[in-house]
């Protein structure tokens, strides 16, 4: 296994929609233990392929406590929502950036899992978050772009000067 490098916002690869996998082989399956990998190196409690530079639908997320839950997502998407709740969120993309983003409180969704089998997962609380978060990420989208211009402007300074200052 082996950790990969997390694209940093604002690269325009981030911005990219992700294919879905057409088949589950064993370089899907490195692919995911390396993502799984790097979230818990990072550390964080999920990633999408494409914050690898990975454009595939596949996510990996672990949102307990205890750091022993690891989901794979294949080709997730998300089939039922409903509530809302508000939570703070972070991401290994824009580092050092926590802000409140508003999501469906409950969600549903449908996957494959790493031998190809269909599968569900209901999630509330952080883990709907989490779930969501990363399937925005498949979709082309970080969590930035929940909030206003203004806050997005702030948050793209910050990192240019934080880029700046470790060059």
């Known amino acids: 296994m082996s950790l990969l490098p997390i694209l940093r916002f604002p690269d325009p690869r981030l911005k990219k929609i992700a294919a879905r996998v057409g088949s589950i082989d064993d370089g899907i399956r490195r692919l995911a233990r390396d993502m799984a990998e790097t979230m818990y190196e990072a550390p964080g409690i999920g990633l999408a392929a494409t914050q690898v530079d990975v454009h595939l639908r596949l996510i990996v997320v672990d949102a307990s406590e205890t750091r022993d839950q690891l989901l794979t997502l294949i080709n997730p998407e998300v089939v039922e929502q409903d509530g809302q709740q508000v939570h703070e969120e972070?991401?290994?993309?824009?580092?050092?950036?926590?802000?409140?983003?508003?999501?469906?409180?409950?969600?549903?969704?449908?996957?494959?899992?790493?031998?190809?089998?269909?599968?569900?997962?209901?999630?509330?609380?952080?883990?709907?978050?989490?779930?969501?978060?990363?399937?925005?990420?498949?979709?082309?989208?970080?969590?930035?772009?929940h909030l206003s211009q203004l806050k997005q402007l702030r948050i793209r300074n910050k990192l240019a000067k934080q880029a700046r200052i470790t060059a």
């Open 90 to 145: 972070g991401c290994l993309s824009v580092p050092g950036v926590y802000d409140k983003v508003e999501r469906a409180a409950r969600v549903v969704v449908r996957y494959l899992d790493l031998d190809g089998g269909e599968r569900t997962v209901e999630a509330e609380g952080l883990l709907a978050v989490c779930l969501q978060h990363e399937i925005d990420h498949l979709q082309g989208k970080v969590f930035v772009e």
